[in-house]
T-cell receptor
Framework: DADVTQTPRNRITKTGKRIMLECSQT?????MYWYRQDPGLGLRLIYY???????NKGEISDGYSVSRQAQAKFSLSLESAIPNQTALYFC?????????????FGPGTRLTVT | AQSVTQLGSHVSVSEGALVLLRCNYS??????LFWYVQYPNQGLQLLLK??????LVKGINGFEAEFKKSETSFHLTKPSAHMSDAAEYFC????????????FGKGTKLTVNP
């Protein structure tokens, strides 16, 4: 079984709809991250959480919100989706006990906003 | 602030030829450096990492990278390309000062021609 899972894997939604992307991990890591990937732009950090009570904005948090429901679960919400939020979204985890912050990625969610 | 520059968004090589993917970083403190690989329709997988233990780092699938402080570079190489190496490669930097965030380059897509 995969250590980092994301649901759904693919989603098509309409402009203005609320959508939630979910991430779960069985690695026992305390840190979790949400990124979006756009062609030619690499990965950009949306939000990150170092523990259940800690939420931090990344470089592109506008239009997004997150919830850390448990150490193993980190959800990303788009309150009112817009077409330029069409992208590939990745969840990642890391262990604060590891000095060099190696991150482990989920398989991604491909989101299309029409 | 840290940054990563990957020279060449697309690199094409023949099967059996040398693979060289370039990465230059900017960091005000000693960095940790990573190469990740993304195969089509998959998440990111760690290829190798530099954590200051050795300047020449060996990774999976025959890849290696050399940390050159004087050139602020961490180029990825493989002596002989295989068709299965076709993927997108991302260089990332994290500082050793505890920011615990990764900054990614924009990626280099490697094509391997038969």
């Amino acid at each position: 079984d995969a250590d980092v899972t994301q649901t759904p894997r693919n989603r098509i939604t309409k402009t203005g709809k609320r959508i939630m992307l979910e991430c779960s991990q069985t690695k026992g890591h305390d840190r979790m991250y949400w990124y979006r990937q756009d062609p030619g732009l690499g990965l950009r950090l949306i939000y990150y959480s170092f523990d259940v009570k800690d939420i931090n904005k990344g470089e592109i948090s506008d239009g997004y919100s997150v919830s850390r429901q448990a150490q193993a679960k980190f959800s990303l919400s788009l309150e009112s989706a817009i077409p330029n939020q069409t992208a590939l979204y990745f969840c990642a985890t890391s262990d604060s006990n590891r000095v060099w912050n190696e991150q482990y990625f989920g398989p991604g969610t491909r989101l299309t906003v029409t | 602030a840290q940054s990563v520059t990957q020279l060449g968004s697309h690199v094409s090589v023949s099967e059996g030829a040398l693979v060289l993917l370039r990465c230059n970083y900017s960091s005000s403190v000693p960095p940790y450096l990573f190469w990740y690989v993304q195969y089509p329709n998959q998440g990111l997988q760690l290829l190798l990492k530099y954590t200051s233990a050795a300047t020449l780092v060996k990774g999976i699938n025959g890849f290696e990278a050399e940390f050159k402080k004087s050139e602020t570079s961490f180029h990825l190489t493989k002596p002989s390309a295989h068709m299965s190496d076709a993927a997108e490669y991302f260089c990332a930097v994290s500082d050793q000062g505890g920011s615990e965030k990764l900054v990614f380059g924009k990626g280099t897509k490697l094509t391997v021609n038969p």
